[in-house]
């Protein structure tokens, strides 16, 4: 089993292992960040390189000598593969006790997903929370949500709003979003975080703004974060326009629907000019993914 969790609970979702913890072999051809530490040399890089693209033979051909000598990068790749069976033959067992050596060298990814592993097996609060603290001891913002989210629940604001300022600070949007709804107590605060939030791609950050704009009756800013909430892409001369309109009026609609015909024709211009300000600097973040080179 892996564990994927939403970044605002606790409470992991189970997925099967091969259909998940590596949709790996069939999503990171298109996700390549890395969230280790520095590249140990070449030959790593050459092993990334060819995980990256999916070329997973040669991933393991490499990753497997250097895994050896307690290289924690390839370690923790390499036991991605052998838990899927992803260029080499599925070998559960053999795989988790290699995650288990990544995570004894401190790589973060696999602290997260051993944390999880933990989690989902009714494991002590206590070697959980010790997982997640060894993650974010290396920078990964996830395991600082975890951890944040666990110190509101012990009643533990202070500490909660450190480590949410410090993931935020490293650039995890969903960071800004909690410091706005749970520790932020100025409305001129709140909505500065949640618009930086939005900024960076975090959907349920446009989504409170879209209701706190309805909520002072304006029209425009109401769609326009609708429209931002609901995934719609950046405006540039290859978006295509009409296909925008028609997933605004799908979704959006609700926000100037007690408009007559032209005051709604008027918002919508509003809307355009809104989107393509909001666009000009839109810098979306990537979100942690297991088995995923960033």
């Known amino acids: 089993m892996t564990y994927l969790t939403d970044p605002y ?3 992991p979702h189970p997925k099967l292992l091969r259909r998940s913890l590596c949709s790996l072999a069939l999503v990171i051809a298109g996700h390549v960040t890395l969230s280790a530490p520095a590249f140990a040399g070449s030959m790593l890089d050459e092993g990334v390189s060819a995980y990256r693209h999916g070329n997973f033979e040669k991933s393991a051909q490499i990753f497997t000598p250097l895994a050896r000598n307690g290289d924690a990068t390839a370690q923790y790749l390499l036991s991605c593969q052998m838990i899927n069976g992803a260029g080499v033959s599925a070998d559960e067992a053999t795989g988790w006790n290699m995650m288990q050596q990544a995570t004894d060298n401190r790589h973060p990814d696999a602290s997260i997903i051993m944390a999880r592993k933990l989690e989902a097996s009714g494991a002590p609060t206590d070697q959980i929370r010790a997982l997640y603290q060894q993650s974010a001891d290396e920078g990964e913002t996830q395991a600082m949500l975890w951890l944040a989210l666990d110190a509101l629940d012990q009643g533990k604001p202070d500490d909660a709003k450190a480590l949410l300022e410090k993931a935020w600070e490293l650039g995890d949007p969903r960071a800004a979003t909690l410091l706005a ?8 605060g ?6 930086s939030a939005a900024q960076r791609g975090e959907m349920r950050a446009a989504a409170y703004l879209a209701e706190e704009a309805r909520s002072v009756d304006d029209t425009a800013e109401a769609v326009g974060w609708c429209a ?6 950046g405006h540039n001369e290859h978006v295509d326009w009409k296909s925008i309109g028609d997933a605004v009026e799908k979704n959006c609609a609700k926000f100037d629907k007690d408009l007559g015909e032209q005051d709604r024709a008027a ?4 809307v355009d000019q809104f989107l393509a ?3 000009e600097n839109y810098q979306p973040w990537t979100p942690w993914k297991p088995c995923a080179v960033r």
């Open 9 to 11: 609970s606790k409470m």
């Open 181 to 188: 709804n749970r520790l932020t107590k100025t409305d001129s």
């Open 190 to 195: 709140r909505y500065q975080y949640l618009r």
């Open 228 to 233: 931002i909430a609901t995934g719609l892409p």
């Open 267 to 270: 918002n919508r211009e509003r």
């Open 277 to 279: 300000t909001f666009f």
